[in-house]
């Protein structure tokens, strides 16, 4: 009888963990079916750093869905916005820690021209096209290989094929997202695409951070610094217009640490436009770390660090408390933080903003670092 409970139980265990390597070191990388989407097969992957830390990650949309490290006390919890089913990921369309591509941020009137041709894309924000189109990269089911490397850090490489003019974009384009969670509690994300023809890229991670754990109120109590002396500024449709303004002696200023909420409901219509803070700060890119982001009840840290030109500060202004995640948890408005990192929205229709262009021979290739720790 016991022996049978045993087989059992040793089989169902199979079932759920294709994977499962608890390794010498004291990480482990396990996978477990998640679903299915567009006839494809979704996994959730958990890497546990040898700390004892955890980062889950599914192949829909190579989306982070869990990070839990500790606060000050040691009391763990996960600080990311995230959903405990895929058909609340499929159903719904926050970019909760999804990679966005091909075009994160937006695009005028969806279009741009490139070598005289003019390319139409999928609208899905007003008149605009928004994070690639209704179709992009967050929406769909990348291949994926779980690998230790050659330096024991846990990671998991998502693939994908964007084929020529997916979402009105030209070129094929090949897509490596890697992430790599280490000891030191650091998600190093690196992207790497190459293109056949002449195409525009802008490739980023959407997860929302709360540092007190995701769901537990808002982020306005959030201590922000950003090595950004300009900002760009937009217009009604969050489209920059195509100038730099400095931060000196606006709201914008977080080249030293403000908490989110001293300046956000100030009457500055750059504010007004956002609903608060979503805009795209240039980046100084003078310092190892970009952004530092501090709360001082848990004590937890997360340090950004970045070789792109700039990076999306979004509050979480569109949230209107509709969406929940892990445990039930309402997502508040304003109730995650994301750091974008990315090139300027709408640089394919702005000649002044650095080049989002990507031509074939020469691939894109990037890092962003989350880092956590506690003070
Ligand atoms: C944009 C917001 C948008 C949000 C959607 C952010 O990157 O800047 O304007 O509402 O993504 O999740």
């Known amino acids: 009888m016991k022996g049978s409970y045993l087989l059992t139980t040793l089989v169902i265990a199979l079932m759920v963990f294709s994977c499962n390597q608890k390794t010498d070191e004291g990480y482990s990388m396990q996978k477990k079916v998640f679903g299915d989407y567009d006839g494809k097969e979704v996994v959730l992957i958990t890497l546990k750093n040898s700390e004892g830390n955890t980062l889950k990650l ?52 969806g279009k741009f021209i490139l070598d ?11 008149m605009n096209t928004l994070h690639g189109g209704p179709g992009g990269w967050h929406s769909v089911v990348w291949d994926y290989e779980i690998t230790d490397n050659e330096e024991n850090i846990p990671s998991v490489i998502f693939r994908y ?28 994300i690196d992207y790497n695409c190459s293109t056949d023809k002449k195409t525009v890229l802008n490739i980023t991670n959407h997860a929302y951070f709360n540092l007190k754990g995701a769901g537990n109120g808002d982020i306005l109590d959030h ?19 195509g100038e730099n303004i400095a931060v000196e002696g ?34 100084d890119n003078v310092e190892e770390v970009d952004a530092i982001v501090y709360e001082p009840k848990s004590g937890r840290m997360m340090e950004m660090i ?11 202004n569109f949230l209107d408390g509709t969406e929940a995640g892990h445990g039930g948890k309402v997502y508040e408005h304003r109730g995650g933080l994301c750091l974008e990192t990315q090139h300027f929205p709408d640089s394919p229709n702005q000649s002044a903003f650095p080049s989002s262009v990507v031509e074939p021979g020469s691939p894109f290739k990037s890092r962003t670092v989350y880092r956590f720790s506690v003070k």
């Not at 390319?119 to 007003?126: E, V």
């Not at 950004?228 to 969050?238: E, G, H, I, N």
């Not at 914008?252 to 608060?276: A, K, P, W």
């Not at 970045?306 to 979480?316: A, E, F, I």
Request: charged share 20%; proline share 5%; glycine share 10%.
């Open 58 to 109: 599914t192949n829909y949309g190579a989306t982070i869905v869990w990070i839990e490290v500790p606060d000050r006390d040691g009391n763990m919890e996960n600080i990311t916005f995230g959903y405990e089913t895929l058909d609340e990921y499929t159903n719904g369309d926050p970019y909760f820690g999804s990679v966005v591509g091909r075009y994160a941020n937006r695009i005028a009137k």
């Open 116 to 126: 005289d041709i003019e390319y139409n894309l999928a609208i899905n924000n007003g």
């Open 161 to 188: 094929h964007s084929p020529d003019m997916e979402e009105g974009y030209p070129g094929n384009m090949v897509i490596e997202v890697t992430y790599q969670w280490t000891d030191n509690n650091e998600i190093i």
């Open 223 to 241: 201590e922000v610094t950003i090595l950004a002396s300009q900002f760009t500024p937009v217009d009604q449709d969050l489209i920059p217009f």
């Open 250 to 283: 606006t709201p914008f200023d977080f080249t030293q640490s403000h908490i989110v909420g001293e300046r956000i409901e100030e009457d500055n219509e750059q504010l007004v436009l956002g609903g608060g803070y979503d805009h795209n700060f240039v980046l």
């Open 306 to 316: 970045t070789d792109q030109p700039g990076v999306q500060l979004y509050c979480g």
